[in-house]
């Protein structure tokens, strides 16, 4: 399978708990991307990188978020002291540079529980 | 920050039909891209536009570029029972190195 892999799928953790997410790109693209997206809306952008950089980070919930892609492959996207309004699906997806650039392709996502 | 309105919310529709929907903003787009979405998927591309005016097919499916770079909409031919999902307009913003911005999505239903 060539496209975005997300795990896990699905996670159910209890309030103040961390979690951790990891995203595997479509190899040859460079830029990495984590949206958010709760139930009744469109996936909402929260961080994007360009090989290892984050290139936006302003867009992320709260200082409980960050992100990292440490050698420009795989992403990691951790939420620290979980609260319940976390609870949404996680999405990663990539591109490739330049004029294909906003052609997302999304992997399935991480379905996120905080109970 | 860039709000996308899509109508309608949802929409049911007899096999067969055809379905149109769209998409407007107060500013202008440089790109329109419009994913469907199945439950407990990710948004999966359907057709991206560049050109204002454009008007691209794919399959059963036809989306343009509105001329003012404000809107967008896209056509469904034929409805079948599998292209019951969420439907998302997104659009990129001129101002640079702007994510992909999307809409709340039309759900789509299709009665057999």
């Not at chain 1, 995203?23 to 709760?38: A, F, G, K, M, V």
């Not at chain 1, 992320?60 to 440490?70: G, H, I, N, V």
């Amino acid at each position: 399978d060539t496209g975005v892999s997300q795990n896990p799928r699905h996670k159910i953790t209890k309030r103040g708990q961390n979690v951790t997410f990891r995203c595997d790109p479509i190899s040859e693209h460079n830029r990495l991307y984590w949206y958010r997206q709760t139930l009744g809306q469109g996936p909402e952008f929260l961080t994007y990188f360009q090989n290892e950089a984050q290139l936006e980070k302003s867009r992320l919930l709260s200082d409980r978020f960050s992100a990292e892609r440490p050698k420009g492959s795989f992403s990691t996207l951790e939420i620290q002291r979980t609260e319940q309004g976390d609870s949404a699906m996680y999405l990663c997806a990539s591109s490739l540079p330049g004029g294909g650039s906003e052609k997302l392709f999304f992997g399935s996502g991480t379905q996120l529980s905080v109970l | 920050g860039q709000q996308l309105n899509q109508s309608p919310q949802s929409m049911f529709i007899q096999e067969g039909e055809d379905v149109s929907m769209n998409c407007t903003s107060s500013s202008i787009f440089n790109t329109w891209l419009w994913y469907k979405q199945d439950p407990g998927e990710g948004p999966v591309l359907l057709i991206a536009l560049y050109k204002a005016g454009e008007l691209t097919s794919n399959g059963r499916l036809t989306a343009q570029f509105g001329i003012t770079r404000k809107d967008s909409f896209l056509n469904i031919s034929a409805s079948i029972p599998s292209d019951v999902g969420i439907y998302f307009c997104a659009g990129t913003h001129p101002s640079g190195n702007t994510p992909l911005v999307f809409g709340k999505g039309t759900r789509l239903s299709v009665i057999a």
